[in-house]
């Protein structure tokens, strides 16, 4: 079937960069949330209480930083909780053992990379498809961690450490500055090296990726390894904002960080997507809890609301993504 | 299912009795081309009536018609005599029709009784069962009735390719299909599976079972065939017996047509110096011992029928397929690996489907045509999103392509200017070699001669092409030289001089 | 009968002998390395406890074969436990609390379909949506504290026995029966395969895939509400969160036994054997004395190398 030459259709999206379009839609939701938010409830707008916002929004962030670079390629990686639990424990006995923070921050990036190269071989070298691969890993790691800690937990680190997780710097809370550099880092990573402009062609269609010349694997292989590394250098944060490390840290952490990524605007089906978005993502599903606990709304509800959540972003990405 | 009186095969042609379905003034068009242009087809009971024609002479629009799945714009059709209609598969269905298409509606894990009445279940006792006995007993009764000897608890999955044919074809008898198209059905069979496929068309034959069968072999077309339909362009060029015309006669009805394009050629005096050579190349996917040779300032065609293994061919080149044997030397070096090296070291690949293969649909033309350039522009590893901007804008220009902005996302753009595209990317990345497959499918005149017209300007420039096309007349007027292939095998050179539509169709359709 | 046919049996042995094989060599190393492994009572026990994990395994080897997936299945059971709870406490009747939890599980089975088939979700986030949505209604409903004093009638369903045989593993057996049925003697079951392997196929034969793939899920939810009261049984309680995570060790089940994710692939006997194989997993590393960390750990692990070797076969 031949086709005629269409006029090619101008519109304000042939213009600036999609991706910046549906950042900028999610800004201006996460707004109308803060504002709806300082109406319904007086203690939303009080400093303590958007230090909290930011301050939660940004460790849910540094979890779902890597995973959006997974998700852009159009995988999963549903190890990225657990990731963070078994590292933060090794780098947490780490310290405790040499007393070095130095050590125990390698040790804690060393076995978050060393996590992410094992799921990126199970991905490409085995074929396995990479939420299954990483939900067993899930598993594993939990089983791994629990019976590493055996029910003990590890805590008490040198105060200059602890500045990491829990300090302030004129006056904001050290993980907002973390909040940027994660911010910045993941950004470069993503749309100003070569790399990350491989990883959006590999997540829009792999195969056209790969005869255009793209090494596919290692690719892949790198995305993985760069998630675990960055939930490695999460695991630290916690580390030092906890004060501490047992195994069951892990497990609250995924499900909102894989709902930031999806409300964030990056596509479960690759190629779409960017790091603010994520954080943007993680805002909005911190703004909403926030609001529930400040109108006292039953805990219970958190992870129905999540879920909830969850799939309406994705139905409106499916759906957004259809007009194009 | 009824048995028909079996008929005597002589007295079936008699023009006294109706055709048992009749094509008339059939036409079909789509934008910018016209598939079927008043075409008339008429078949009796018990005959088999070979269709012949080019890729893209309407054979497949036609069968399309047939069976329900595009509605004619013109024209009308008969049964027995009677005027009837086909809106849908299932009009269809009910006159019998049933179409055997290349790849097949069959489930894999259910086994082959329950594949022939898939949806047609017999009902058991309890509502909702099913008769497993009942279903087992028809089963066989088809499978003895076309003399298909296998067990139908058998798992389609387990079938070779002529068997899962033969499924197929069970599944069309048990639905009391009364008219068969069959679409090149000994294409991926034996000899053996094909002595087969001819008894059992015999048998059918016998039934009184009409059969229009498409081929391009022209050994299969003069013994099994009782008439013989030409189409080329949509129309139909004429209708024959065997015995009425030689297979040279044929070959010029399907070919023969006023070419009427021009596409401006700089052909060079002297071929430049060797820049591809493959030697002994064997690839899994079906092609064995190809060898050739491809010089700079060359466009060297590689010719065919589908499924001749022509992609093949180019896809194990370019290193996306694994190679059996066989050595590729680019530029004086042996090359090996995936596509990426291939890439790097200077070959461009344009694959046929574009849209899946070539493109990024939901990302920017900018973004699309730099892709293959990364590593090149930026050896730091550091992406400048505004030099990359400049680069594609170049593109757009040089290359003349249709798009508001480079932003614009390469999914709205025309097929024209998609290919376009494509062939920018490899461009931006400083390729020597390109090797298109189909490079003008789907594209509209206009936008063809324009595709020409950068390809002789890359080759004269001192880069080499390699060609893929199923458009004879395309090939003998751009190519230097050609290679035409058959059955996964090269089977002739042919130069300059001996470039004709006639050779390429001759070499390419006949079957020692 | 023809070569081809001789030829074709001999490699249809080649598929079974997978999990058989794995099921044989775990009864091996356990029998040798955990004491008390093959006494009569402790297979019994075996058996007993696997039957739970057993009915949310067959309806999740239908939804597998229809190239999707159920998160869920573990969360919807931890509802409908305690559905059976509050409805038996709240009406005295086992048979209404079992109906309460049917309706409840079907519900969301419908809801997942209906999620994947029309909305066209993946299956992956749509039943992880889902998943957050029954997780938060257990905790709601229960207001995160377990149901007491359930009727006694709820759980003599666990501790009865028919002829001897403990009515856990009867109604296994029975939901095996249904399902079996289900899938192998009707149309239905039929059009499952097809779901997976060729979904084209089906709307040339004039029926809804759409229709049919939502009737899988909620066939799922239902069978879960089954599987509820039995957990609420055995218990003799409804607690909130009982049950979740329990969707992987059904995955793993149905993987390890042989069915695979792509391509309309589905053994119904093999989930069985996987099943059981889990439970003997488990339960020999439990003999073992070792945590309960490294049984889950080595769940991960049997899904991992069985999915690997499914990948191999595939590619075979």
């Known amino acids: 079937m031949t086709d005629v030459t269409k006029p090619a259709l101008a519109s304000p999206r042939a213009f600036v960069s999609e991706d910046v379009i549906q950042v900028f839609y999610r800004l201006l939701a996460a707004l109308v949330i803060c504002v709806v938010l300082s109406l319904l409830s007086g203690s939303f707008l009080h400093l303590a209480n958007i230090l909290n916002v930011l301050r939660q929004a940004s460790l849910m962030f540094f979890i779902a930083s890597g995973l959006t670079l997974v998700v852009l390629t159009a995988g999963l990686d549903l190890s990225v909780g657990a990731n963070v639990a078994i590292s933060a424990c090794l780098a947490g006995t780490v310290i405790h053992q040499t007393g070095s923070p130095t050590l125990g921050v390698l040790t804690g990036l060393v076995a978050g990379g060393v996590i992410g190269l094992l799921n990126g071989v199970m991905v490409t070298a085995l074929r396995i498809p990479s939420f299954i691969a990483t939900y067993g890993m899930l598993w594993v790691l939990n089983g791994l961690t629990y019976w590493y800690m055996a029910g003990g937990i590890v805590h008490g680190f040198p105060p200059g450490f602890r500045q990491i997780g829990s300090g302030y710097l004129f006056g904001l809370p050290t993980p907002v500055y973390l909040l940027g550099a994660f911010l910045a880092i993941g950004t470069i990573f993503a749309q100003r090296t070569v790399w990350g402009q491989q990883i959006y062609a590999i997540g829009a269609n792999p195969v056209a990726a790969r005869l255009s010349g793209i090494p596919v694997t290692r690719r892949l292989i790198m995305v993985y390894v760069v998630s675990g590394i960055m939930a490695g250098l999460a695991s630290i944060i916690f580390l030092a904002r906890l004060n501490s490390a047992e195994a069951d840290i892990g497990e609250s952490l995924t499900l909102p960080a894989i709902a930031a990524v999806l409300i964030g605007g990056t596509s479960l089906f690759g190629g779409v997507g960017t790091m603010f978005g994520t954080f943007v993502g993680a805002l909005i599903l911190t703004l909403v809890l926030n609001g529930m606990n400040l109108l006292q709304v039953n805990a219970n509800w958190q992870p129905l609301v999540t879920g909830v959540i969850v799939v309406l972003a994705v139905w409106l990405d499916m759906k957004m993504r259809r007009r194009t | 299912m009824s048995l028909a009186l079996p008929v005597d095969e002589a007295a079936q042609v008699s023009a006294a009795a109706p055709p048992l379905f009749e094509l008339r003034g059939i036409s079909k068009e789509f934008p910018g081309v016209k598939a079927l242009d008043d075409v008339s087809f008429a078949v009796w009971p018990g005959e088999v009536h070979m269709l012949l024609g080019e890729n893209g002479a309407g054979k497949s629009s036609l069968m399309k018609v047939l069976c329900g799945a595009y509605r004619a714009d013109a024209g009308e059709f008969f049964y027995k005599g009677e005027k009837v209609a086909i809106h849908s598969s299932a009009d269809a269905q009910r006159l019998g029709i049933a179409v055997i298409f290349q790849e097949f509606s069959l489930v894999p894990f259910l086994d082959i009784a329950q594949n022939i009445f898939l949806g047609r279940e017999p009902a058991g006792f309890i509502p909702g069962s099913v008769d497993r006995r009942k279903l087992l007993a028809d089963a066989k009764r088809v499978l003895d009735m076309i003399g298909f000897d296998i ?329 230097d030289r050609a290679y035409v292939m058959r059955e996964g095998r090269i089977v002739g050179e042919l130069s300059r001089s001996e470039l004709t539509e006639e050779n390429i169709v001759r070499l390419g359709m006949h079957h020692e | 009968m023809s070569d081809a046919t001789v030829a074709l049996s001999i490699r249809s042995l080649g598929r079974i002998p997978g999990v058989a094989v794995m099921l044989a060599l775990l009864l091996v190393i356990f029998s040798a390395v955990a004491p008390g492994f093959l006494s009569a009572a402790n297979i019994a026990n075996v058996l007993v406890q696997s039957t739970i994990l057993m009915m949310l395994s067959l309806p999740m080897t239908l939804i597998i074969m229809t190239e999707g997936l159920d998160l869920s299945m573990g969360a919807v059971l931890t509802l409908t436990s305690l559905v059976v709870a509050i409805v038996s406490l709240a009406t005295g009747s086992m048979l209404l609390g079992l109906a309460a939890a049917v309706l409840v599980g079907a519900a969301f089975g419908t809801v997942n379909g209906w999620l994947v088939a029309v909305l066209g979700i993946p299956p992956f986030v749509a039943t992880l949506g889902t998943l957050g949505i029954a997780q938060g209604l257990s905790l709601i409903v229960s207001d995160g504290q377990s149901v007491v004093g359930i009727p006694r009638s709820v759980s003599e369903v666990y501790s009865a026995t028919l002829a001897g045989v403990p009515m856990p593993i009867v109604l296994a057996l029975l939901c095996y029966l249904v399902f079996h049925g289900l899938l192998y003697h009707t149309r239905f079951g039929t059009y499952v395969f097809a779901l997976g392997g060729n979904r084209e196929a089906l709307k040339y034969a004039g029926r809804s895939p759409t229709r049919l793939l939502i009737a899988v899920y909620a066939l799922g939810g239902a069978t879960v509400g089954v599987a509820g009261l039995m957990m609420t049984a055995r218990m003799n309680s409804g607690h909130p969160t009982a049950g979740l995570g329990l969707e992987f060790d059904a995955i793993a089940a149905v993987a390890v036994g042989g069915t695979s994710f792509e391509r309309g692939n589905g053994w119904l006997p093999g989930t069985v054997l996987g099943v059981i194989a889990v439970g003997i997993l488990r339960n020999g590393l439990n003999l073992m004395a070792l945590p309960s960390s490294i049984q889950v750990a080595s769940v991960g692990f049997l899904v991992i190398f069985a999915l690997f070797v499914d990948g191999l076969r595939g590619r075979s």
């Open chain 2, 151 to 479: 067990d139908p608890t058998v798992t389609v999955d387990k079938l070779g390719v002529a068997q899962q044919q033969m499924v197929e074809i069970a599944k069309a008898i048990s639905q009391n299909a009364r008219i068969l198209v069959m679409d090149e059905p000994t294409a991926a069979l034996s000899d053996h599976e094909t002595e087969l496929l001819f008894a059992l068309i015999k048998r059918l034959k016998a039934e009184g079972v009409a059969i229009i069968y498409i081929s391009h072999r022209m050994a299969e077309v003069f013994s099994m065939g009782d008439r013989i339909t030409v189409l080329r362009d949509g129309r139909r060029i004429g209708e024959l017996r065997p015995g009425e015309a030689s297979p040279d006669q044929l070959v010029r009805m399907i070919v023969g047509r006023s070419v009427d394009m021009s596409y401006p050629r700089n052909f060079a005096a002297t071929p430049g110096k060797v820049l591809l050579e493959v030697k002994g190349l064997s690839a899994s996917t079906g092609i064995a011992d190809i060898d050739l040779v491809v010089r700079e300032g060359e466009i060297v065609g590689l010719c065919g029928l589908v499924g001749s293994g022509r992609s093949e061919v180019v896809r194990a080149i370019f290193g996306a397929d694994k190679i059996m044997s066989g050595e590729i030397v680019f530029d004086g070096r042996a090359i090996s690996g995936g596509p990426d090296e291939a890439a790097r070291r200077g070959l461009a690949l344009i694959p046929e489907s574009r849209k899946s293969e070539g493109l990024a649909l939901l990302r920017s033309v900018g973004d699309n045509l730099v892709v293959s350039a990364l590593a090149r522009l930026f050896p730091a590893g550091l992406f400048d999103p505004r030099r990359a901007q400049r680069v594609a804008d170049g593109l757009v220009q040089q290359l003349r392509i249709a798009t508001p902005t480079t932003k614009q996302a390469v999914g709205l753009l025309s097929g024209g200017n998609q290919q376009k595209v494509v062939i920018g990317k490899w461009l931006a990345a400083g390729a020597k070699l390109f090797i298109f497959d189909e490079p003008t499918r789907g594209i509209d005149v206009g936008a063809k001669s324009e595709i020409f017209a950068l390809i002789d300007r890359l080759v004269t420039k001192g880069a080499a092409a390699l060609m893929i096309s199923s458009e004879q007349a395309e090939i003998c007027h751009v190519c």
